[in-house]
């Protein structure tokens, strides 16, 4: 897989908290800007990929597009969790012919529809394809969030790494910082102060507050994804040179209750041990990165775990600013989920290709490699 | 007594058991028949030797607070906030996500000793956790 493929074009609608707007219409207008922005059309496209949770059904998105042929479609499971192995299941399907040119999207309408962070009192026993099954073991106790979902990994890293709520805020600070000069965040114009993030109300004590949780954001973001002999007939490839998707034994998305250790994200070790093996690449090797902030803990546990600091150690790597633009790993320099939206984490990878084809909000000085992060699945991006 | 009453567990061919034994007042684990493997949340299939022989089998009901967490937003009505939310490891090993009550929340912390108690539902009780007498 090693950089034979790449992503040609990039296309989104505005973020908002009310589009006004269907899914469908929001991933079509996002598809259509993407397809201009590689120079291709509808006729050239024959893949589609998205992942679960998705509300648009693949058969009207053909009937508004007009794409002639589809010969591949998949949808990668674990919800957000499996946002960035779109681009493994996409690079796979160029990779064996299945598909000329796929069309990677995801659209919400997550604020004025159904709201991300409403309290579900009825799931599904088998919650949709998206990764988490132990949703069904949470709701008759009040655990009825993504953010309640994920404060008990959050409680026991804190307490097992001597992380405290004012370490995640210094990451929130950061992450808003970026928000602030991007006109396309929800927070752009508005920073904040570490006393701000300690200032904010409780959600799930003692680990997240108002300002560690993402936004909920309406909106579409999507990609097409070809070879790299016909991407060299594009305007501004970035090569894929990894794309991984690791889940491990008991292990969840979200609902993630009964792995041994709740400290440690292992599947996302394995899945940043994939990543860096088949790019060639090493950690020092990475300009930016992107990291699926769904919650700040989050962000802590994936930094570890993809081996850019040791156990524990997430909370002086971020007070040391290695975060910022001269930092030793710029991350979420868009603002991140929690800063400039929540397009279920294609927004990160949007992120990425702006740094490399240097044209972000918070453009860093030539980054060539570009790693996002959705815990579950990941990229390496290379130009 | 109140006026907020929990959601009624979803019921499946697995989980039935366990919900059950609650609904009975009793925190039973799924165990393999074949080689005593605990496991929990219940499932199809024994992962370790593949039996589907299994049954829901009594537990002691004592354990330790794994995980917590207070959760104060969005609330809803079947529930009083801050809600106590806790993960504990069971003595014979599985874990399992329940709440703490009778607790005031600035006791909660890992390495609690706890023991079942019940709670009722809008279809049956199911199992709750108190602070072990005598042990915290």
Known sequence: MNGSTSIVGVGATEFSKEAGRSETRLAAEAIVAALADAGLTTADVDGLVSFTVDPVEETELVRSLG????????????????????????????????????????????????????????????????GTTAMQWATPFGVLTPAS??????????????????????????????????????FAGRPITLDDHQNSRWIAEPAIRLFDCCQETDGAVAMVVTSSDRAADTPAPVQIAAAASVGLF??????????????????????????????????ADVDVAMIYDAFTPMFFLQLEALGFCGYGEAKDFV??????????????TNGGLIGEAYIHGLNLTLEAVRQLRGSSPNQLDDPHVALVSAGRTGVLLRR | MTDHVRPAPLRTEENDGFWTAAAEGRLAVQRCDACGRWQHPPRAMCPDCHSVALSFADVAGTGVVYSWSLLHHPQ???????????????DEGPRVL????????????????????????????????AIREGRA
Not at chain 1, 251 to 263: K, M
Not at chain 1, 319 to 332: E, M, R
Not at chain 2, 105 to 113: E, H, K, M, S, Y
């Open chain 1, 67 to 130: 794409i002639p042929a589809v010969r591949w479609s998949s949808r990668v499971p674990y919800g957000g969790g499996g946002s960035q192995g779109m681009f493994q299941h996409a690079a796979a399907a160029v990779l064996s012919g299945a598909a000329r040119a796929v069309v990677v999207y995801r659209a919400c309408r997550s604020r004025s529809g159904k709201r991300f962070g409403r309290a579900r009192v009825a799931p599904e026993p088998v919650s949709g394809h998206s």
């Open chain 1, 149 to 186: 979902w994920m404060s008990f990994e959050s409680t026991r890293y804190m307490h097992e790494t001597g992380t405290t709520s004012a370490d995640f805020g210094r990451a929130v600070v950061q992450f808003r910082d970026y928000a602030a000069t991007n006109p396309n965040a929800y």
């Open chain 1, 250 to 283: 008991e292990e969840e998305v979200a609902s993630n209750h009964y792995r041994p250790d709740l400290s440690r994200f292992d599947g996302t070790a394995e899945m940043g041990d994939s990543l860096f093996r088949a790019a060639g690449l090493e950690r």
């Open chain 1, 319 to 332: 007070a040391d600013g290695h975060l910022g633009p001269t930092g030793a790993l710029p991350c979420n």
């Open chain 2, 76 to 90: 809803h009505p079947s529930f009083e906030y801050p809600v106590v939310a806790v993960l504990v490891t069971l």
């Open chain 2, 98 to 129: 329940s709440n703490l009550v009778g607790v005031d929340p600035a006791d909660v912390r890992i390495g609690l000793p706890v023991e079942v108690t019940s709670a009722p539902t809008a279809e049956g009780d199911v199992p709750v956790f």
